[in-house]
C-alpha cells in the first residue's frame, strides 16, 4: 500500500496534489515518490466517516479518510484504494498531473 506524491529534486520538498513548479523554490523537476505510511495528527468525525491529517515523514501532510479503529498519534498504512481492509488505513484520493487552464 502506498500514496504517490511528488518530491522536488531541486529542494527535496515533497508535495501533494500534483503541482506544476515546486511551491518552495519554483523548480520543475518533480517525480513521483510512493510514501507508504504516516501519523494521524487530527480526527474529524462526520457520522460514520472520519477524516484526518495524516503526517507523512518529513513531509507532506495528508487528508485521509480513516478506515479501522484508529487514534491520534497512531501510525497508519497509506493507500490510494478505496477499499477497506479491516485493519487502520488511511485513504487518500489519487492525484493526477494539474489540469492546464483552459483557454
Known amino acids: 500500500m502506498s500514496v504517490t506524491v511528488q518530491n522536488c529534486r531541486t529542494c527535496g520538498g515533497r508535495w501533494f496534489p ?4 515546486c511551491p518552495r523554490c519554483g523548480g520543475a ?22 477524516i484526518a491529517s495524516v503526517a507523512c515523514d518529513p513531509e507532506p501532510l495528508l487528508v485521509a479518510r480513516l478506515h479501522g479503529p484508529v487514534a491520534v498519534g497512531d501510525v497508519v498504512e497509506l493507500t490510494d ?16 498531473p494539474p489540469r492546464e487552464e483552459l483557454s
Do not use: I, N, Y
Open 18 to 21: 500534483a503541482r506544476l513548479l
Open 29 to 50: 523537476d518533480l517525480a513521483p515518490e510512493d510514501v507508504q505510511r504516516g501519523v494521524v495528527e487530527q480526527l474529524t468525525h462526520l457520522g460514520d466517516v472520519v
Open 81 to 96: 484504494r478505496p477499499d477497506p481492509s479491516g485493519r487502520p488505513v488511511a485513504f487518500v484520493p489519487p492525484s493526477g
